[in-house]
T-cell receptor
Framework: AQKITQTQPGMFVQEKEAVTLDCTYD???????LFWYKQPSSGEMIFLIY??????QNATEGRYSLNFQKARKSANLVISASQLGDSAMYFC????????????????FGQGTELSVKP | EAQVTQNPRYLITVTGKKLTVTCSQN?????MSWYRQDPGLGLRQIYY???????DKGDVPEGYKVSRKEKRNFPLILESPSPNQTSLYFC??????????????FGDGTRLSIL
C-alpha cells in the first residue's frame, strides 16, 4: 500500500492565484513528521515546510501553508499568490518515529505533483 | 551558507569503471543519507548514517558502498557501475535523529549516466 499518495500528477494555476496540492498518508505510528519539498526543473530538492503529528496548528512558511487534517490523514500544501517561479514538481514526504532507529528514519516520498504557473 | 554539497553534478561514464560521488555538509549534522530518484519509482534510500562510523543499508543498497569517517562527509561509491545505476542521486543530511521534526536538507543532485 502506498504510504504517501499524491493524486494530482499535474496541475495548472494562474499567476497570483492560490493553489492546493493534495497529499494523503498512511501510518500506524502516532508520532510522525510530514514534509513538502519542491523540485525545479534544474533538479535540486528544496525543503519547504514541516508539520508534526502532534502540532495543533497548521504550519506556515511565507506563502506556503500546510492544511493538516489528522483524522483524514491529509497534509495538503497551499501556495498563496502563485508566482512563475513556483512552477516545479512538489513532493509530499513522511518520516515515522518508530522507523528511525530500525530503518534509518528515511523519508517516504509521494510520486509528486507537477505544478505549472501560467502568466 | 548552510548547505549540502555534492560532486560531480553530472557524470557520464562506462560500465565497470569505479566512481565516487562526494557529499559534504557544513551544518554539523549527525544524520546523512543517499537517495536515488528514478521515473515512476520516486526517491528510494540507498544507505544512511546515524553518525560517524555508523552506516546501514536502505532499500536499494546493492551495487553501492558508503563510508562515514568524518562527520561532514558521506561519499557514495560505485565499485563496478552498471547501466541500471543510471539515475539522479541525492545526498541529504539532518540535525540529529531523535525525532521526526528534523527536515532533511538535500544536495543539488548528481546525474549519473552509465553507458
Amino acid at each position: 500500500a502506498q504510504k504517501i499518495t499524491q493524486t494530482q500528477p499535474g496541475m495548472f494555476v494562474q499567476e497570483k492565484e492560490a493553489v492546493t496540492l493534495d497529499c494523503t498518508y498512511d501510518t500506524s505510528d502516532q508520532s510522525y513528521g510530514l514534509f513538502w519539498y519542491k523540485q525545479p526543473s534544474s533538479g535540486e530538492m528544496i525543503f519547504l515546510i514541516y508539520q508534526g503529528s502532534y502540532d495543533e496548528q497548521n504550519a506556515t512558511e511565507g506563502r506556503y501553508s500546510l492544511n493538516f487534517q489528522k483524522a483524514r490523514k491529509s497534509a495538503n500544501l497551499v501556495i498563496s499568490a502563485s508566482q512563475l517561479g513556483d512552477s516545479a514538481m512538489y513532493f509530499c514526504a513522511m518520516r515515522e518515529a518508530k522507523k528511525i532507529y530500525n530503518q534509518g528514519g528515511k523519508l517516504i516520498f509521494g510520486q509528486g505533483t507537477e505544478l505549472s504557473v501560467k502568466p | 551558507e548552510a548547505q549540502v554539497t555534492q560532486n560531480p553534478r553530472y557524470l557520464i561514464t562506462v560500465t565497470g569503471k569505479k566512481l565516487t560521488v562526494t557529499c559534504s555538509q557544513n551544518m554539523n549534522h549527525e544524520y546523512m543519507s543517499w537517495y536515488r530518484q528514478d521515473p515512476g519509482l520516486g526517491l528510494r534510500q540507498i544507505y544512511y548514517s546515524m553518525n560517524v562510523e555508523v552506516t546501514d543499508k536502505g532499500d536499494v543498497p546493492e551495487g553501492y558502498k558508503v563510508s562515514r569517517k568524518e562527520k561532514r562527509n558521506f561519499p557514495l561509491i560505485l565499485e563496478s557501475p552498471s547501466p541500471n545505476q543510471t539515475s539522479l542521486y541525492f545526498c541529504a543530511s539532518s540535525l540529529g535523529d531523535r525525532g521526526t521534526n528534523q527536515p532533511q536538507h538535500f544536495g543539488d543532485g548528481t546525474r549519473l549516466s552509465i553507458l
